[in-house]
């Protein structure tokens, strides 16, 4: 089983900005799809971003055109830009991989103060 690791959480104001990486144990090229979902106290886990092998992404409509997804093969990391944060984007920001399973990062926390 693929072990990912997130990064990049912290506290920032409103309208600031924070990347997060997730770090894959072995080579992200088996993978269909990764991305991230995020869950904020007392709500569902919900998708946020998804890029596929082929490099296609998928967005929710609350962060396009405020976050980026991308890939990096060369360092089997996936990185979430995430650019003028508004409060409502505090949560923990999960990574996932899906291959014939899918697997889950241990959550990295985002709080964007007011």
């Known amino acids: 089983q693929v072990q990912l690791v997130e990064s990049g959480g912290g506290l920032v104001q409103a309208g600031g900005s924070l990347r997060l990486s997730c770090a894959a144990s072995?080579?992200?090229?088996?993978?269909?799809?990764m991305g991230w979902y995020r869950q904020a106290p007392g709500k569902q886990r919900d998708l946020v971003a998804a890029?596929?092998?082929?490099?296609?992404?998928n967005y929710a409509d609350s962060v396009k055109d405020r976050f980026t997804i991308s890939r990096d093969n060369a360092n089997n990391t996936v990185y979430l830009q995430m650019n003028s944060l508004k409060p409502e984007d505090t949560a923990v920001y999960y990574c996932?991989?899906?291959?014939?399973?899918?697997?889950w990062g241990q959550g990295t926390q985002v709080t964007v103060s007011s």
């Open positions: 072995e080579s992200i090229f088996s993978f269909n799809a």
């Open positions: 890029i596929t092998f082929g490099r296609k992404t």
């Open positions: 996932y991989a899906d291959r014939m399973l899918r697997a």
